[in-house]
């Protein structure tokens, strides 16, 4: 079973929700929603756990998915935000193949299908968008170069925040750093650097948890900028 505390608010708590405004479950039947409250660090999900007919919402806080790998290391493969779907998984899979635990104390909605397998019509187009941001991820996280895959991740992290109406310049990170440095496949040292030059040049600036993007356009040229391969070193003394 998930791990976190059941809190009966369901669909009439949907008024004051932070995440109503992309919440495709807003106004469900109260009897179908059950709320759950996760604390920091707790797993609401976990890898090899039997999944079960329904799918969470995030009503409050922030999530990180997390895969076990071979080497017995543990790598971040997603975060998701407030308004945002949890749980979704292949088709005909059985089990649940990562962990997926709060990154601050959260709560999620969770919505039981009516019948096994089936997903609730009015949440379709939500799974189409995760799907797709899913798909986007994975391109942007295949990027060469350490600085070009940062500048993606934080216009990301904008365009999301933007759609629960939030600024799509001044970044709240529920995440931490060396969090953001697995999701990235960057060694905690190159993104450090990646920010440093990105604050020097004025690009952004940082405030704990808050990131100010100062010049998205010099992110948005940076995100679709290739990296320049390296020469090796018979050709770099000519």
Not at 16 to 38: F, H, K, L, M, Q
Not at 120 to 141: G, I, V
Not at 166 to 177: G, Q
């Amino acid at each position: 079973m998930p791990i976190g505390h059941r809190d009966d608010t369901g669909a009439s708590g949907c008024a004051e929700c932070a995440a109503r405004r992309t919440c495709p479950a807003s106004g469900e039947d109260a009897a179908a929603i059950e709320t759950i409250r996760v604390p920091r660090d707790a797993a609401l999900l976990r890898a090899d756990q039997l999944r079960e007919d329904r799918v969470y919402i995030v009503r409050s806080g922030a999530f990180k998915r997390v895969s076990p790998h071979p080497s017995g290391a543990l790598h971040v493969t997603a975060f998701h935000l407030a308004g945002e779907l949890l749980g979704l998984g292949a088709p005909g899979q059985l089990r649940h193949g990562s962990y997926t635990v709060a990154l601050e104390d959260s709560s999620v909605c969770a919505i039981t299908f009516d019948s096994p397998g089936a997903s609730p019509p009015r949440l379709l187009p939500a799974l189409n968008d995760a799907l797709q941001r899913e798909c986007k991820s994975n391109q942007f996280l295949r990027q060469p170069g350490c600085s070009r895959r940062l500048a993606s991740f934080l216009l990301d992290i904008g365009k999301r925040q933007a759609l629960r109406g939030y600024s799509d310049r001044m970044l709240r990170l529920a995440m931490n750093w060396r969090d953001i440095a697995s999701y990235l496949h960057m060694a905690p040292e190159s993104l450090s650097r990646s920010l440093l030059r990105l604050k020097l040049d004025g690009t952004l600036t940082l405030h704990g948890k808050h990131v100010q993007l100062r010049k998205q356009s010099v992110l948005r040229e940076l995100a679709r900028t290739p990296a320049v391969p390296a020469l090796p070193p018979t050709a770099a003394r000519h």
